[in-house]
């Protein structure tokens, strides 16, 4: 049982870099070829004999539209469950047994913006080339039977009827649908948009955004630049190039202001517990103030235990285990959000000290001294940010997703270092605003 | 002479022809001291990275709890973080932070532990504010009261609102009978309304000694270097008696035990507990507890192992299962399966679908092929498990924690390669009886929500 709850502390997504006393020199991003479109890189790390590969492709929940919500995530876990390959048809079974059998784990995700294939094999190559294939098959050709996907309809239809009971997940999707507007990610799966999904759609899915020009890979381990080539060239073999053309998202637009009772929303929920939330639109990765709100959100909430909102909503006044705030800058669209849970009876005060504590920071900043700590935290933490495979494969596949610099890893402390008070005062007001805010309250009515 | 084995029996079950070397690990990187106050020292070299773990493990958790106060052992770790008599309150996360550091805690039913992670040159300022505090930990009655308002909200949020949870902690405290086990972690409501500062004081100068506790340390250190560190700063703290330990062995079980739980929710869960035995120190050579280990692999070990195949894909039966077996503990340990209704199917349905293919495990044995398989992801893990620092400093300690040596760990991997079908076989036959089965099931409850009723989300029911 923790007694700290870690919170999703900011910008983590990001990557680190630095530093400075040790004898151990950043290991470099090397690129590797395109090959069907697809851009790949690689670090090379040979202290085990393993491999971490990764392949993120452009077709997250953001591309469902709100009739079928629930279609990206689909098409990406239905890969698990059947696909031709160059031996002929494998099912579900089979491809457990071989995933299995290789001791290799494999898996799909879909996020908002990208679906993302990950493979851990031990690197000897017998071992490391039927993981390739493998998923090959399944990146190229999943068969999306209909009979599963009727079991998996349902599955994700009782798993949906079970998150509306929860309260984190009612305030999550609540949530989701103020702060994204018009953006797609305001929708939401719903038993309908589910029911609506077809097989045909997901071939269809499949068809449009798995294809190499959507595609990146990166490969982290015991593995050499030209075994690495090989992996990439294993894996896309099959895969298209390019296809039709994608229809362009809608704007992601900035949060209005608005009057307070436009912006709150309350949602009576029989818990013991309120759970609140405010946040609103904010930045993407690529943000040249990308730095002074990471800094800054690590001073607001982003600090564990040495954050403002953990001293003043837990430290001093004992109301709630968890408070946090976070930036989450995607590729094309990020948001800013802060939350906690206490009981019913005090709800009304933690959103006081919430809001008040967020407020004072946007209005005056942060001290010199909090800056000083912040700015030594994140330098001197730099390496426990980049060391191990798991850890590195987070980095690479950030720098690759959002299209940053090679040398990220390596500038990435000398960034944090030439932030100044200034700054993280500037952006702050500059992205942030209370009156933009929007803010959810679930839990039972007090008095 | 770990690693031969090990890598000889990788070799084996991957039967492959290109030579494969297990990474250099084991025994050779890990050193082993006791300072003269009891202090129990482990060193886990890994030169990968710069960084280290640095763990204290203190030997005192829920197990050690008393009725009346549960949940203490976890409240006292809260209270480690309020000050000392040179550190005040908040400032010890302060300087961890200063140095970079990550820091946490958390209480077991077995133990309680605290760790950070730094770059190694900070390693000596994060040990000696762990060790100032092993001995001078020094909070006020004000402190106390709002943090123990802080764990009553963790409960609400992990508990109380969880009926997952709810279900848990029925299923425990109905399956012990007199075993501390009983007691929930985090302690009763009604214990931590009454729990006063004298309490976590108590348990503080219990069980807070050196001769409690084991120091792990994993990463890029020299272990000569960590030796004279740790006498320096854990070596002035002194060895006390620590209260008598009652044996508090659970009577055996006598026939099934049923409790139902009402709570909000939309599907109902089943839950299934057998009394099970555990590997005892002393006797590694003991096959039942590694065939349970398996039998739990196969059942659940992959995406098509037996329950996860036979239960939410042919038989649509449950939305999801899983199997829970820990082989080593201090206590004694319950082999269970739990799942959640799929809709339209009820915990009679689940029930007997389960205990079906727990007959066809028992009637025909498993396959050869099976138990290769979820052997080949045990060795497979071995290896990826040292790609973290931190989950090596986590196995050692908590193997230590449950009375074993980090020297037991290869022994126990290289047996776990040994067992047979016919063991697996036999551990359910023997084990998965009614007799000392619990059974828990959450019957759910609407929950009134404003939301759903506006969301739409209804109209297919």
């Known amino acids: 049982m923790l007694n700290k709850f870690i919170s999703q502390s900011s910008l983590v997504i990001a990557l680190i870099v630095g530093a400075s006393t040790s004898a151990h020199a950043i290991l470099p991003i090397e690129k590797l070829d395109f090959f069907k479109g697809a851009q790949a890189y690689l670090v090379q790390t040979k202290a085990l004999p393993m491999v971490d590969i990764e392949i993120s492709i452009d077709a997250g929940d953001r591309y469902d539209s709100g009739v079928k919500s629930g279609l990206a995530t689909m098409a990406g876990q239905l890969m698990n469950y059947g696909a031709k390959s160059d031996q002929g048809l494998l099912n579900e079974a089979q491809i457990a047994d071989e995933i299995a059998d290789l001791g290799a784990n494999l898996g799909i995700s879909v996020s908002g913006e990208r679906a993302v294939m990950r493979i851990r094999t031990l690197s000897r190559k017998d071992l490391r080339d039927r993981a390739v294939q493998l998923a090959s098959a399944m990146l190229s050709a999943p068969t999306y039977d209909a009979k599963i996907l009727a079991r998996e309809k349902q599955r994700m239809t009782t798993a949906l009827l079970e998150s509306e009971t929860k309260p984190e997940s009612v305030l999550d999707r609540r949530f989701r649908k103020s702060v994204y507007g018009n953006y797609p990610l305001a929708n939401s799966p719903t038993v309908k948009s589910i029911a609506n999904i077809g097989a045909n759609d997901l071939q269809q899915f499949h068809k449009q955004f798995y294809r190499g020009d959507r595609m990146t890979v990166s490969i982290v381990g015991d593995v050499s630049k030209a075994e690495a080539a090989e992996i990439v060239q294993g894996l896309l073999q099959r895969v298209p190039q390019s296809g039709s053309p994608v229809p362009k998202l809608p704007e992601f637009e900035r949060s209005p202001v608005e009057p307070l009772s436009q912006r709150e929303v309350s949602i009576p929920f029989d818990s013991q517990q309120a759970h609140i939330t405010m946040g609103m639109t904010a930045i993407n990765r ?10 800054g959100n690590y001073i607001l909430g982003g600090g564990g235990f040495v954050s403002r909102l953990m001293s003043e909503v837990r430290e001093k006044r004992g109301l709630a285990y968890s408070v946090f705030s976070y930036f989450a800058p995607g590729k094309d669209a990020g948001i800013f959000q802060a939350g906690l849970q206490t009981k019913n009876d005090q709800a009304t005060l933690a959103l006081e000290v919430m809001s008040s504590t967020i407020a004072q920071f946007i209005a005056d900043g942060p001290t010199q001294g909090e800056l000083e700590a912040a700015k030594a935290n994140l330098i001197n933490g730099y390496p426990l940010r980049i060391d191990n495979n798991r850890k590195l494969l987070d980095n690479v596949s950030s720098i690759a997703w959002n299209n940053l610099p090679l040398d990220t890893m390596e500038i990435w402390t000398k960034q944090v270092e030439a932030v100044n008070l200034e700054q993280v005062k500037a952006a702050f007001q500059k992205y942030l605003a209370m009156d933009r805010m929007k803010i959810v309250v679930l839990g039972a009515k007090n008095k | 002479m770990r690693s031969t084995l090990f890598s000889f029996s990788l070799y084996l079950v991957l039967s492959c022809s290109a030579a494969f070397a297990a990474p250099e690990v084991g025994q050779a990187n890990t050193h082993e001291f006791q300072l003269s106050n ?5 060193v886990r070299e890994d030169h990968r990275a710069p960084t280290v773990a640095h763990m204290v493990w203190y030997r005192a ?15 006292l770790e809260h209270m480690m973080f309020k000050g000392t008599h040179k550190v005040k309150s908040g400032e010890f996360s302060r300087l961890v932070a200063a140095v970079g550091g990550r820091e946490n805690a958390f209480t077991s039913r077995d133990y309680t532990a605290y760790f950070q992670q730094v770059e190694k040159s900070k390693l000596d300022e994060v040990m000696r504010l762990e060790a100032d505090r092993m001995s001078n930990l020094n909070f006020d009655d004000a402190e106390f009261l709002k943090e123990i308002q802080v764990v009553m909200e ?11 949870s709810l279900l848990d902690e029925a299923l425990t405290a109905t399956a012990y009978m007199s075993s501390p086990y009983r007691y929930p972690v985090v302690g009763w409501m009604n214990d931590l309304v009454n729990m006063k500062a004298i309490d976590a004081r108590d348990w503080y100068r219990s069980w807070y000694k050196p001769n409690n506790a084991t120091v792990v340390i994993a990463g890029d250190v020299d272990p000569q270097v960590i030796l004279r560190a740790v006498e320096k700063y854990y070596g002035v703290a002194s060895a006390r008696e620590l209260p008598e330990r009652k044996p508090q062995i659970e009577p055996m079980q006598k026939g099934t035990k049923r409790v139902q739980v009402k709570a909000p929710a939309d599907s109902a869960q089943l839950a299934m507990a057998w009394k099970v035995p555990k590997l005892e120190v002393g006797r590694l050579d003991d096959n039942e507890p590694y065939a349970l280990e398996l039998l739990s692999a196969v059942l659940d070990g992959y995406d098509n192992a037996r329950l996860n195949r036979i239960l939410v894909k042919e038989e649509r039966v449950v939305n999801d299962v899983g199997v829970g077996y820990d082989m080593i503990s201090r206590g004694p340990e319950l082999f269970f399966i739990s799942s959640s209704m ?10 007997s679908s389960i205990r079906k293919a727990l007959k066809e495990v028992v009637d025909k044995g498993i396959l ?3 138990l290769k398989r979820v052997k080949v992801r045990i060795l497979s893990d071995q290896i990826y498990k040292r790609d973290s620092i931190f989950g090596q400093a986590m196995e050692i300690g908590s193997t230590e924690m449950a009375g074993f040596s980090w020297k037991d760990i290869d022994v126990m991997l290289e047996k776990m390669q040994t067992i047979t079908p016919a063991q697996v076989q036999a551990v ?3 084990y998965l009886v009614d007799e000392g089965l619990t059974i828990a099931v959450l019957d759910p409850q609407a929950r009134q929500s404003g939301e759903s009723k506006q969301g739409g989300n209804r109209d297919a029911k």
């Open chain 1, 286 to 295: 690529n943000n040249p103030d990308f730095f002074p709100l990471l800094v």
């Open chain 2, 38 to 42: 009891g202090l129990k020292l482990i």
């Open chain 2, 61 to 75: 958790g829920s197990i050690d709890e008393v009725n009346g106060k549960t949940g203490v052992a976890h409240v």
């Open chain 2, 154 to 164: 963790e409960r609400r949020l992990r508990t109380e609102d969880n009926p997952s």
């Open chain 2, 342 to 351: 799929a809709k339209g199917k009820t915990v009679e349905q689940a029930e």
């Open chain 2, 368 to 370: 050869e092929s099976e």
């Open chain 2, 428 to 430: 359910a036959k023997k």
